[in-house]
């Protein structure tokens, strides 16, 4: 650590003179150099300093890294033409626009007449660096998650909190990626940033950070760190920022019946077009429940309702609950809003274990024109309808449908669409008895898949983990091991890499590799994030393998709340015995 840190400075109880005492009073007119800590706080006003005021709406934190100059530093975003400050260039101005698009798009609806065309802030404020020399300008997509944070910050009017620093690179779908320089980013908060309580992070660096806060913290003495928040998307990472302020922003601006209305039909088609990219799927389900209380007309309170189910099941708060909907409701919407509604009803339909499923079913299968007419949306329903029937263990019609979803995806040269349809067919195929003409469809579909630039490195690690569960039922463990370290991604999410580990351990195992299984095993007990459920199904494939008693594994499985909806629909329902059935069709 630098001797001259304001951490060290404040902590020395030395007298502070000269131009030390300037840096230090620099960073605590701040409110992220201003201590949280009790007692450097009052060392803070013994030299005078007293608690500056928080940030306006639209300025925010920022971190930096210079890696040639070897220079973090901690910065506040502020107007166009304050001095002294650096302006954003290059990448960093690409950042911005990008984020202001992602979060902000949506805003437009959920906050009329919103100030969307607003500059924001275009220039930072420097509170601290370290190192020598000082940054004429900021570049890098690093800043990505501040960016969002400000201008929803801007357009609503919500202070951001002073105490939240981010670094995330922000992509185009809301999806959060990895940044460089986590460790120095991490000491210069430490150093400076005395009043950040958190620091928040893409999802596939949070442990990488973690490891890193936890060393600074034992080096620096600090007892009381920042605490690290790992987040998937721009919305997660809001919600955690503002701690769940935005949707009584928002509210407060539905204020009149007009406008009410005007937010009823933002949430809901939020929430069948897929969450929007600010706004949580918690936060959606909060505002449908919100909208639906001021809401009096009887149409606009069921798509209220409608909307906080969906955004419920989404956000795992309704993992064994099936919508409830109104077929007199459900007929008067337009048909591309019925057949997105309809696919979330059938989704829901299939998380739970309500045997009312088969209506739902029927009633999708009754609006699906004729084959050669299928658009995207009710390809998107196909695909639902699909995963419902092979949970329940009709195969064949799901193999129909499965078909008939990701041929239409293919035909409409659309393949990158075609991921959750085909990996549900390859793991559908696995169960099912071997038919050449099924293995060549799959076959040609898993290579049109793999051709297409389009798709991403998320959606060919999905589709890996399912074809390698297909290979291996085929008897072919070496091209099953090849697709399934093919299939390996920093940035999936716990559940695949848990798929990922327990079919690589099992290939392992037939394979003799003992090494192998020994580096799964060990990289499954070393994440956290790995559900207890998937760590059954590997003592259950163990103790298969081994010939041994998987009685226990069944048992906690079929105790889990996620894992036992799914043991009670295979019970009974397969020819061999129900741990064999439950390692083959279990569907993560």
């Keep these: 650590m630098s001797v001259s840190s304001p951490l060290t400075l404040l902590r020395s109880g030395d007298v502070i003179r000269g131009p030390w005492l300037d840096v230090l009073r620099h960073v605590l007119r701040s409110p992220v150099g201003w201590p949280r800590d009790p007692i450097l706080q009052e060392r803070a006003e013994a030299l005078g300093a007293q608690r500056p005021p928080a940030l306006e709406p639209g300025q925010v934190v920022l971190v930096s890294w210079n890696p040639s100059a070897k220079r973090a530093a901690l910065w506040t975003t502020v107007p166009s033409g304050t001095r002294p400050a650096v302006h954003f260039i290059r990448t960093a101005e690409e950042a911005m626009q990008l984020a202001r698009r992602v979060a902000v798009g ?89 009043g950040i309580k958190k620091f928040v992070v893409a999802a596939c660096q949070e442990r990488e950070a973690e490891k890193i806060r936890d060393v600074l913290a034992t080096e620096l003495i600090v007892n009381d760190p920042v605490q690290v928040v790992g987040a998937w998307t721009v919305a997660e990472a809001l919600d955690c920022a503002f701690d769940g302020r935005l949707v009584e922003a928002w509210t407060a601006r539905w204020t009149t019946e007009g406008r009410r209305e005007e937010a009823v ?14 706004l949580s799927w918690s936060g959606v389900a ?18 209220c309702n409608v909307a906080a189910q969906i955004a419920d099941r989404h ?25 997105k509604a309809l696919a979330h009803i059938v989704q829901s339909a299939n998380d739970s274990c309500d045997p009312f499923w088969v ?62 349809a085909l990996s549900g067919l390859l793991t559908l195929a696995a169960v099912m008895p071997s038919d050449p003409l099924r293995e060549s469809f799959a076959e040609s579909a898993v290579a049109a898949f793999e051709r297409c630039p389009r798709v991403s490195g998320m959606s060919r690690a999905f589709v890996g983990i399912s074809l390698a569960r297909w290979l291996e039922a085929r008897n072919q463990p070496a091209l099953a091991n090849k697709a399934i370290a093919a299939s390996t991604n920093p940035d999936t999410p716990a559940h695949l890499r848990g798929m990922r580990a327990r079919i690589a351990t099992r290939l392992a195992r037939q394979l003799g590799d003992s090494a192998a299984v020994e580096h799964e095993l060990s990289s499954i007990g070393g994440d956290a994030d790995i559900s207890t459920y998937q760590r059954h199904l590997m003592t259950l494939d163990a103790a298969l393998h081994a010939g041994g008693d998987p009685a226990a594994a069944v048992a906690a499985l079929r105790a889990d709340a996620f894992a036992g909806r799914y043991i009670e629909r295979i019970e009974g329902t397969q020819p061999e015995s129900l741990a064999l059935a439950i390692q083959r069709r279990f569907p993560y």
């Design 359 to 420: 209506h739902d079913a029927t009633q999708a299968l009754s609006l699906l024109p004729g084959e050669r007419d299928d658009g995207s949306d009710e390809l998107h329903l196909i695909g639902a309808l699909a995963r419902l029937y092979a949970s329940w263990s009709h195969d064949d019609d799901a193999w129909s449908l499965f078909q008939r979803a990701v041929g239409g995806w293919i035909e409409l040269g659309l393949e990158e669409q075609a991921s959750h």
């Design 286 to 303: 909060k505002a449908a429940r919100l909208l639906a209380n001021y809401e009096g007309h009887p149409e606009l309170r069921t798509r």
């Design 265 to 278: 039909q933002a949430v809901f088609h939020l929430a069948l077009h897929g969450t929007s990219l600010t």
């Design 315 to 339: 956000s795992g708060n309704a993992i064994n609950s099936r919508i409830k909907w109104d077929e007199s409701w459900l007929s008067q919407l337009r048909r591309p809003l019925r057949l």
């Design 106 to 194: 949506r805003l437009a609806v959920l906050v009329p007449h919103a100030p969307l065309e607003g500059t924001g802030q275009q220039q930072a404020h420097c509170v601290w660096r370290s190192g020598d020399g000082s940054d004429t300008a900021l570049d890098g997509a690093s800043f990505g998650l501040a960016f969002a944070i400000a201008e929803v910050s801007r357009v609503l009017e919500l202070p951001a909190p002073s105490d939240v620093c981010t670094t995330a690179v922000v992509n185009p779908d809301g999806s959060l990626g990895r940044v460089e320089g986590l460790q120095e980013k991490l000491r210069v908060v430490f150093e400076a940033g005395l």
